[in-house]
Structure formats: C-alpha cells, structure tokens
T-cell receptor
Framework: GAVVSQHPSWVICKSGTSVKIECRSL??????MFWYRQFPKQSLMLMAT?????????EQGVEKDKFLINHASLTLSTLTVTSAHPEDSSFYIC????????????FGQGTRLTVV | GEDVEQSLFLSVREGDSSVINCTYT??????LYWYKQEPGAGLQLLTY?????DMKQDQRLTVLLNKKDKHLSLRIADTQTGDSAIYFC??????????FGRGTSLIVHP
C-alpha cells in the first residue's frame, strides 16, 4: 500500500513552546488529510480534516487557534501545537486519502508528543 | 454510551482462534472496518466489509456482520504471537470518515 510518513516520531518540548508535526504522503497525492489524537487506552479522536489548498475543518471542541493545520501541498500537511501544555501530551496520528472513500486512506506511524 | 464499543482485552493461546467483538449504534453505517495497531505505530487497515454483506474472509481473517443487531466480529484463525496488537473496530456512513472504538488489546501467549 501507499506510504504516509510522520515526522518526528516523538518529541519532547517545554510548556509554552510550539511544536510542528509533519505528515507526508510519499508516493501518492493526498487530496485530504486527517489528524487524530489518541490518549492511552483510548480510541482515535478526529481533530480535523484538511483538504489541499483550503482551510481545515475542525471537529467540535478542538481549538483551531491552538492546533494549527496547514495543507499547502498535495503531499504535505502540518499540525502545529501552539503554546503547548502538559495536557496536550498525546499520540498524534495523521492519515491521508487520495481519492476519498475510506478504504484508500493510509495512516502515518504517529508522533508521541510529551510536554514537560 | 459510545458509538462503537469493544471489549478492552482478549487473551488467547498461540494456535487458538481469536474472536474480537464490536457493537455500533449507527444504523446508516455503510462501511465497517478492522484496524491493527502495533506498539508506537499508526493504524493498519486489516479488512473492511460493506454493510450489505454478512461475511468476508481473507486468509486467516473472517469478519462477520449482523446488521440487525449492529454487531461486528473479527476472527483470527491460528493466532500467532505476531498478532498481538490493539485491534480497532470502526464504522462510517456517508461521510466516509470513520468512528473508532476504543480498541481491543489482543495478547497471545505460548
């Protein structure tokens, strides 16, 4: 299947700083990318959906000013956690789809964010 | 209650069959999925089934769907230690964006 790569795999940052997570589709053009957050022993919670070249659509309860999503190209989407706090520590996963229809979506390996 | 529910843990002996169960509430679900997540990794789509099907088999994997009861199961035949992971059930309707369950941790012991 197609490959979606996230970078970094893990990051530790100080409280109050910002951190950027990249999601790349390596061998296909991703018209839509999704960002999820996963707490330990919890399910994946969809944070936002982003289409290339347009503003992301955020799920209810997700602060768009805190979790900045950019999908400037068909192969790259970024999630920036601004002014991070310890409660933002989580596992963030992106997925990307080329043609829509979920069976064509592929997941990145995830990024473990720890805010100290 | 949650939209997609799964038991949190399942322990089986190597070589036995594993059956992971899932229930969902959305009667308009179109697709139902099973994903596998290994430690520290993203999700891998194992298999999916359309809502108008009641069974799908793919090598060691068998998916059964009871649409009336909104019950989905994943059977893994001849379970191996490499099958140890978290298995997520998910369903989606017209938007194609799935709702995930909390995941079932499958532990395979010798």
């Amino acid at each position: 299947g197609a490959v979606v790569s996230q970078h970094p795999s893990w990051v530790i940052c100080k409280s109050g700083t910002s951190v950027k997570i990249e999601c790349r589709s390596l061998d296909f053009q991703a018209t839509t990318m999704f960002w999820y957050r996963q707490f330990p022993k919890q399910s994946l919670m969809l944070m936002a959906t982003s289409n290339e070249g347009s503003k992301a659509t955020y799920e209810q309860g997700v602060e768009k000013d805190k979790f900045l999503i950019n999908h400037a190209s068909l192969t790259l989407s970024t999630l920036t956690v601004t002014s991070a706090h310890p409660e933002d520590s989580s596992f963030y996963i992106c997925s990307a789809t080329q043609q829509g229809g979920w069976t064509e979506a592929f997941f990145g390996q995830g990024t473990r964010l720890t805010v100290v | 209650g949650e939209d997609v529910e799964q038991s949190l843990f399942l322990s089986v002996r190597e070589g036995d069959s594993s059956v992971i169960n899932c229930t969902y509430t959305d009667s308009s679900s179109t697709y139902l999925y099973w994903y596998k997540q290994e430690p520290g990794a993203g999700l891998q789509l194992l298999t999916y089934i359309f809502s108008n099907m009641d069974m799908k088999q793919d090598q060691r994997l068998t998916v059964l769907l009871n649409k009336k009861d909104k019950h989905l199961s994943l059977r893994i035949a001849d379970t191996q230690t490499g099958d140890s992971a978290i298995y997520f059930c998910a369903e989606s309707g017209g938007s194609y964006i799935p709702t995930f369950g909390r995941g079932t941790s499958l532990i395979v012991h010798p």
